[in-house]
């Protein structure tokens, strides 16, 4: 749909919430969050009257990825959640995680697990797809935003036979910084690379020979119910794990503010489960 529709929607929805008493203090939030919903939807190739689970997902996560607290994520969330009720979408409101209290100041980020790591690996690999496949480790190997992904070029990645780097031009702030490219990155990167016989700046295109979206790269990993964000909190909590230093893994990951890497240096779910069955058990 494009802006204008979007627009109507979002008039009949402030409509509907008049009609139903809210205060003017309430409609004026309302409209701001889901104005900026709405923008972030039209930015990744979606909108408003055709709303998925995963848009709303990846928007969850997109906050979260800000570092917005549990609090104001859930403010927002209830917002949403009325304009979903006012569209007949109440289906797609299932399943959705928010952050809560004790994960954001007490557990790490949600990273992927070593056996679900290794399994969608496996499955990645067998569709033979070597795009998909390089940007699979591409994520896993460097970290890289989702939005970085999209927008990196041939001429940003150096391939070597024992060394390889990429070069990110577009993080937060526009900032540069030098990823180290590992042996498994280098190797998929090839392979997807001697498939390409265009002469495309971008590094990853479509279907359609065009530079990939961050929607059309975050549907890849849709039906494995995997979302980009995880591969770059698995990148920082490996890192911390193996001893790198904090503030190297903060350079490595873009992070501005070094007490967003330090989250990662908190134990995960699972491990306070290990740990507890080892004491008691």
């Not at 994520?139 to 390889?164: H, M, N, P, Q």
């Not at 995880?230 to 501005?256: K, M, N, P």
């Amino acid at each position: 749909m494009d802006k204008k529709s979007d627009a109507k929607i979002i008039s009949e929805f402030m409509e509907y919430q008049k009609l139903e008493g809210n205060s003017e203090s309430t409609l004026k939030l309302y409209i701001q969050i889901i104005s900026k919903f709405n923008e972030w939807l039209l930015s990744n190739d979606g909108s408003l009257d055709n709303i998925t689970r995963f848009d709303i997902q990846q928007y969850i996560n997109h906050l979260s990825d800000k570092g917005l607290s549990a609090s104001t994520i859930e403010n927002k969330f209830a917002a949403i959640v009325s304009l979903v009720k006012f569209l007949g979408r109440i289906d797609i409101l299932q399943n959705i995680r928010k952050p809560k209290y004790i994960k954001t100041k007490n557990i790490a980020p949600k990273s992927l697990e070593k056996n679900d790591r290794n399994k969608l690996l496996r499955e990645i690999e067998r569709t033979g797809n070597s795009r998909n496949i390089a940007i699979t480790y591409m994520f896993l190997y460097t970290g890289i935003r989702v939005s970085e992904l999209a927008f990196l070029d041939k001429k940003d990645i150096t391939l070597k036979e024992r060394s390889g780097i990429v070069i990110v031009k577009k993080g937060k702030g526009n900032l540069e910084r030098k990823i180290p490219l590992p042996i498994e990155a280098r190797i998929h990167l090839k392979n997807y690379l001697d498939t390409r016989t265009d002469y495309q700046e971008a590094l990853f295109l479509s279907n359609y020979k065009k530079r990939m979206s961050v929607r059309s790269i975050q549907r890849i990993f849709e039906k494995y119910d995997v979302y980009p964000h995880q591969f770059r909190h698995t990148y920082c909590r490996e890192l911390i794990s193996a001893g790198i230093d904090i503030s190297i893994v903060a350079e490595l990951a873009g992070h501005s503010d070094i007490n967003i890497t330090k989250k990662y240096s908190k134990p995960s779910r699972i491990e306070i489960e290990k740990a507890i069955e080892k004491a008691f058990y």
